[in-house]
């Protein structure tokens, strides 16, 4: 069963089409890079995944039921959401916010706990002399990372991954991808990651997703994206990357 579908969906925000008869499936496991000029729908499309948004026609499935059929708290427990400058709980430590929802799940067994928030610690590189700083007290390729490790301390089977790394350095956003690459590795988080970058979009996606004004208009390998572009718009986004390639 595919992770998440979209079946023939339509979502309209007054007069404005966000998206205009979306229909794929994201299958389960899987890296699926999401990438379109400013306003196509990227943010619309996940949040359509957690139920932020309900469409207006079609449907969304995620692990095979209807959004508008699932209860959205138990729904978001399953899918973790990572936005750019991810909002911590400010009042909270690192450790603190990334102990927050397993430590909800693991009431009685705060061992876990401890371990969830040692492990995510360590996957994502940071020192252990920020445990016990506070969210204002970091640098924004920290609060990143801490992000990231608090979403996936919740064990989710979704990741949803809206421009995450767009707000770091260039130094610090390679390597929060390679980070982001060998955690899917290792859990095999079925993750939604939507960028602006084209190479980003490239060296992550297993599958990219190429929207324009509210339509998915390729959705294919990045050897195909590279090799048959869908469009015109598809032309011009890659063409660098293609002259590249063809040498
Ligand atoms: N809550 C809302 N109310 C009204 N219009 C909205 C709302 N959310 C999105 N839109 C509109 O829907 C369209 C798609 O927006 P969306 O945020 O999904 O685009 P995007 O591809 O993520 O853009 P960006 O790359 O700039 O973040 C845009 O025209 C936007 O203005």
């Known amino acids: 069963m595919p992770a998440i579908e979209f079946d023939h969906v339509v979502k309209r925000f007054g007069d404005a089409v966000a998206l205009n008869d979306v229909s794929l499936s994201v299958d389960s496991g899987s890296f699926v890079t999401i990438i379109g000029s400013s306003g196509c729908g990227k943010t619309t499309l996940l949040k359509l995944a957690n139920a932020l948004v309900m469409p207006d026609e079609g449907q969304v499935l995620v692990h095979g039921s209807a ?13 973790g959401y990572v936005i750019q400058g991810s909002v911590l709980f400010p009042h909270l430590t690192v450790e603190q916010n990334i102990a927050y929802v397993p430590s909800l799940l693991n009431r009685r067994d705060q061992r876990r706990t401890e371990s969830a928030v040692d492990k995510w610690i360590g996957l994502l590189g940071l020192p252990s002399n920020l445990r016990d700083r506070y969210p204002a007290e970091l ?9 990231i490790a608090r979403a996936l301390a919740a064990s ?6 809206d421009e995450p790394f767009s ?3 260039a130094i610090t956003r390679a390597s929060l ?7 899917h590795n290792q859990t095999g988080v079925t993750t939604l990651f939507v960028t602006h970058d084209i190479d980003e979009a490239l060296d992550l996606g297993e599958k990219v997703m190429v929207m324009e004004a509210g339509r998915v208009v390729q959705y294919a390998s990045p ?11 598809v032309e011009r986004l890659v063409a660098r990357k293609r002259s590249v390639y063809a040498r």
């Not at 989710?156 to 991954?161: C, K």
């Not at 991808?177 to 955690?183: A, M, S």
């Open 156 to 161: 989710p089977d979704i990741l949803l991954a």
């Open 177 to 183: 991808q390679d980070e982001i690459k060998r955690i």
């Open 139 to 147: 640098s924004g390729g920290q609060a990143q990372r801490v992000g």
């Open 67 to 79: 959004t508008t059929e699932a209860d959205p708290i138990e729904l978001r427990r399953t899918i």
């Open 223 to 233: 050897h195909d994206v590279l090799a048959n572009p869908a469009s015109g718009f």
């Open 167 to 169: 707000a770091v350095d």
